[in-house]
């Protein structure tokens, strides 16, 4: 009877285990689809810049297989932009606090460069001490890209605005000046300092 009891202790321990086993397979499959399904570009740094784990959108932004690029150099990988990545990795490990929004140049070596939204943030492996960066990194190439044309377009603007020899000037519904013209400046002798947020009767001259 002791014999037969141990038995099937034994073999309850062993199915108990192994659902364990079952569980724990399935929740790291589960997180493996979402981790390498998610549009964000995802790297698991030490404090070295190299690259420990990432997924599948940040191997393909390098054009590189996850296999190729788990273990690699960042300095290797991102020769022009490399340094300021590990300095800010470094930054972020040393202060213990994230670092989030960061905009930046995306430069791999041998593939298509852009710009990207970076957020950072730090863990340190309480037992080991060792120390890691986990690296979230959005394309925001096309919405940069386009900020830079509204940019460029509204220098443009701006330029034609005060080069025109003609006394322009805008404000608002109140009266109140919101820019003025360099020739305006000039012909009435005022710095722009002087005169925007000013109501724009009081340089009205009475006919």
Not at 138 to 161: G, I, S
Not at 177 to 200: A, F, H, M, P, Q
Not at 202 to 207: G, H, K, N, S
Request: no cysteine; aromatic share 10%.
């Amino acid at each position: 009877m002791a014999s037969m009891h141990d038995v099937t202790e034994q073999h309850l321990a062993e199915e108990k285990q192994a659902a364990a086993e079952a569980a724990a397979a399935r929740h790291a499959a589960e997180l493996a689809l979402i981790f390498d399904h998610i549009p964000a570009r995802i790297f698991f740094k030490d404090d070295k810049n190299r690259i420990l784990r990432l997924n599948k959108a940040a191997a393909a932004s390098m054009g590189m297989s996850i296999e190729e690029a788990t273990g690699a150099d960042t300095y290797e990988l991102f020769p022009e932009m490399a340094k300021k990545y590990h300095d800010d990795d470094l930054e972020v490990i040393e202060s213990g606090e994230p670092k989030l929004n960061i905009i930046e140049r995306y430069t791999p070596v041998g593939n298509l460069s852009g710009w990207s939204s970076t957020d950072k943030v730090p863990y340190t492996d309480r037992e080991t001490g060792e120390r890691f960066l986990f690296v979230a990194a959005m394309d925001v190439t096309d919405r940069k890209n386009a900020q830079d044309r509204l940019q460029q377009r509204e220098e443009t603007y701006r330029r034609f605005y005060n080069e025109t020899p003609a006394m322009l000037q805008s404000f608002s519904l109140e009266g109140i000046l919101l820019s003025v013209s360099d020739y305006w400046l000039s012909t009435l002798g005022y710095t722009r300092e002087e005169v925007i947020g000013r109501n724009v009767m009081e340089f009205m001259t009475p006919e």
